[in-house]
């Protein structure tokens, strides 16, 4: 844990409020993106980042809430309330778009930046099942490395990794990628 | 277990699209962020004198003076430079008026400080910005509350009854919020009385003091009155704006009425201004009859006040809650 989130949590344990503030303000545009990129509605994300803070916030005021790892503490409760968000939702068929390669060559410089294939994405990611989603999206779309996933899940690397294998695997059968 | 790299790099690919997608509005996310300090401030208020004393983590009581109180002192001494050099710097009615910022119900500066929100509310005619200050004086006149009642000492009624026209501005001006603003706002309103609701429930268990019950009682019942107006269309800000619209026009109606149908009112508006600063703090409403002095003032700020008092069923009896 860096020495910046041991001493905001030092002071948030006390609920002083800048202390509190400053969490929120350091912490708040990630849990967003984190959100947004797996729900794609803006409404939703924003109110996952006020349940988020609203639950920290209970939990720091009764004496619980994080001890260490900051980061990966509010990353678990954001996760829960998207995981609860998708079970009210039955998973959406896929509809991908130009995904049969013809040659074996896949060319995918003419499929990002588009709102409709990230759509696509998200529905393969509903597929998967909230541990594999978890992984998926903190070691590749948040870019966090094995040690920082397995704290935020709670769990052992050799765990994680089988997990992302697992995951990668299923997402490849849902969006039925066919390469040679 | 086989790998694939080549699927891998499929997959990857397209969800480094998804990690460039990023969408948000400005409006909406200061919305969140106010909803989580106004909280935060809320939640603070419930700090016990117990916990607020609790040792540090060497098992130490920090005081100024102490080695782990240095951090405090040194805080402490910019802050009485900081204030003293405010001092010199202002007019005598400005260090006035600042000073009343402090000030207490019972304290000499206190409509000084009414006076001075008074003013800020008539020059802020923004919606959202209205809603804020009011959200704000709402959370000011639970401070209050909560200050007083946690030494023992009864609130003044008219405590109660500003902290009521403060929540009833802020929802008179949700009523004008447009587009992309109302679900945010009317997320902050709601968490507000979520937290004033758990605030004063808190305080009615937790005092010692029972003659600060009634009050507490009195203002817990008008907050949830009012979070229910959220409830009933949960999830549809559309919706509760517009029911929302509509109870504030009924109250604002009923308002207008007052003087000639003293028994026609639902005694929801309670903002019982023109008593302001007149009505006893000990005022037991539950036993003004019509025709007493405080007659009419207690029909604005106790619901059912005129069944109370055995007036009939009929249509002027009025009394029923918000």
């Given at each position: 844990?860096?020495?910046?989130?041991?001493?905001?949590?030092?002071?948030?344990?006390?609920?002083?409020?800048?202390?509190?503030?400053?969490?929120?303000?350091?912490?708040?545009?990630?849990?967003?993106?984190?959100?947004?990129?797996?729900?794609?509605?803006?409404?939703?994300?924003?109110?996952?980042?006020?349940?988020?803070?609203?639950?920290?916030?209970?939990?720091?005021?009764?004496?619980?809430?994080?001890?260490?790892?900051?980061?990966?503490?509010?990353?678990?409760?954001?996760?829960?309330?998207?995981?609860?968000?998708?079970?009210?939702?039955?998973?959406?068929?896929?509809?991908?778009?130009?995904?049969?390669?013809?040659?074996?060559?896949?060319?995918?410089?003419?499929?990002?930046?588009?709102?409709?294939?990230?759509?696509?994405?998200?529905?393969?990611?509903?597929?998967?099942?909230?541990?594999?989603?978890?992984?998926?999206?903190?070691?590749?779309?948040?870019?966090?490395?094995?040690?920082?996933?397995?704290?935020?899940?709670?769990?052992?690397?050799?765990?994680?990794?089988?997990?992302?294998?697992?995951?990668?695997?299923?997402?490849?059968?849902?969006?039925?990628?066919?390469?040679? | 277990?086989?790998?694939?790299?080549?699927?891998?790099?499929?997959?990857?690919?397209?969800?480094?699209?998804?990690?460039?997608?990023?969408?948000?509005?400005?409006?909406?996310?200061?919305?969140?962020?106010?909803?989580?300090?106004?909280?935060?401030?809320?939640?603070?208020?419930?700090?016990?004198?117990?916990?607020?004393?609790?040792?540090?983590?060497?098992?130490?009581?920090?005081?100024?003076?102490?080695?782990?109180?240095?951090?405090?002192?040194?805080?402490?001494?910019?802050?009485?430079?900081?204030?003293?050099?405010?001092?010199?710097?202002?007019?005598?009615?400005?260090?006035?008026?600042?000073?009343?910022?402090?000030?207490?119900?019972?304290?000499?500066?206190?409509?000084?400080?009414?006076?001075?929100?008074?003013?800020?509310?008539?020059?802020t005619s923004d919606p959202e910005q209205v809603v804020d200050l009011a959200l704000d004086l709402a959370t000011r006149r639970a401070e209050e509350i909560t200050a007083l009642t946690e030494e023992g000492v009864v609130v003044p009624d008219q405590v109660r009854v500003r902290l009521e026209l403060h929540i009833f501005e802020a929802l008179q001006a949700f009523t004008r919020v447009q587009g992309e603003d109302v679900e945010p706002t009317m997320l902050r309103i709601q968490d507000q009385l979520r937290t004033q609701e758990q605030l004063f429930l808190r305080l009615k268990d937790g005092t010692g003091c029972e003659d600060c019950e009634p009050l507490l009682t009195q203002t817990q019942e008008?907050?949830?009155?009012?979070?229910?107006?959220?409830?009933?269309?949960?999830?549809?800000?559309?919706?509760?704006?517009?029911?929302?619209?509509?109870?504030?026009?009924?109250?604002?109606?009923?308002?207008?009425?007052?003087?000639?149908?003293?028994?026609?009112?639902?005694?929801?508006?309670?903002?019982?201004?023109?008593?302001?600063?007149?009505?006893?703090?000990?005022?037991?409403?539950?036993?003004?009859?019509?025709?007493?002095?405080?007659?009419?003032?207690?029909?604005?700020?106790?619901?059912?006040?005129?069944?109370?008092?055995?007036?009939?069923?009929?249509?002027?009896?009025?009394?029923?809650?918000?």
């Amino acid at each position: 844990m860096s020495y910046f989130e041991k001493a905001l949590l030092r002071r948030a344990r006390d609920f002083n409020l800048k202390a509190l503030e400053e969490i929120y303000d350091h912490y708040n545009q990630a849990i967003y993106r984190y959100a947004y990129r797996q729900l794609g509605d803006m409404v939703q994300a924003e109110d996952c980042v006020s349940e988020t803070f609203a639950r920290f916030l209970q939990a720091v005021r009764h004496g619980k809430g994080p001890q260490d790892y900051l980061q990966a503490y509010l990353y678990r409760i954001a996760h829960n309330w998207i995981t609860d968000q998708y079970r009210r939702q039955p998973p959406p068929p896929v509809e991908l778009v130009d995904e049969q390669p013809d040659s074996g060559q896949i060319k995918v410089e003419d499929a990002f930046d588009s709102h409709q294939e990230n759509e696509s994405v998200r529905k393969a990611l509903h597929h998967l099942t909230p541990e594999q989603r978890q992984v998926i999206l903190l070691r590749f779309v948040e870019n966090w490395s094995l040690q920082e996933t397995a704290a935020a899940m709670e769990k052992e690397i050799g765990a994680v990794k089988a997990l992302q294998h697992r995951a990668l695997e299923t997402l490849a059968k849902v969006m039925k990628v066919k390469v040679e | 277990m086989e790998r694939n790299p080549k699927n891998e790099k499929f997959i990857l690919e397209r969800l480094e699209g998804l990690r460039r997608e990023q969408r948000r509005s400005a409006s909406a996310a200061a919305g969140t962020k106010q909803t989580y300090m106004a909280r935060a401030r809320s939640l603070a208020l419930g700090v016990s004198k117990t916990e607020k004393g609790r040792l540090n983590q060497r098992g130490v009581q920090p005081t100024l003076t102490g080695p782990l109180g240095k951090e405090h002192r040194f805080a402490m001494k910019a802050l009485i430079s900081v204030a003293i050099a405010l001092a010199i710097a202002l007019s005598g009615f400005g260090l006035t008026a600042a000073a009343a910022q402090s000030s207490m119900p019972n304290d000499a500066l206190y409509g000084l400080k009414v006076w001075s929100e008074d003013l800020r509310m008539a020059l802020t005619s923004d919606p959202e910005q209205v809603v804020d200050l009011a959200l704000d004086l709402a959370t000011r006149r639970a401070e209050e509350i909560t200050a007083l009642t946690e030494e023992g000492v009864v609130v003044p009624d008219q405590v109660r009854v500003r902290l009521e026209l403060h929540i009833f501005e802020a929802l008179q001006a949700f009523t004008r919020v447009q587009g992309e603003d109302v679900e945010p706002t009317m997320l902050r309103i709601q968490d507000q009385l979520r937290t004033q609701e758990q605030l004063f429930l808190r305080l009615k268990d937790g005092t010692g003091c029972e003659d600060c019950e009634p009050l507490l009682t009195q203002t817990q019942e008008m907050v949830q009155g009012r979070l229910e107006l959220f409830q009933q269309n949960q999830g549809d800000s559309t919706m509760i704006q517009e029911q929302i619209k509509l109870q504030v026009e009924t109250e604002l109606q009923l308002q207008t009425n007052k003087p000639e149908d003293a028994g026609n009112t639902d005694g929801s508006m309670g903002s019982g201004n023109q008593y302001m600063g007149d009505v006893p703090a000990d005022l037991d409403c539950s036993t003004v009859v019509e025709g007493d002095e405080y007659w009419e003032y207690c029909l604005t700020v106790t619901p059912g006040a005129g069944q109370q008092n055995g007036s009939d069923g009929n249509d002027n009896g009025g009394g029923k809650k918000p």
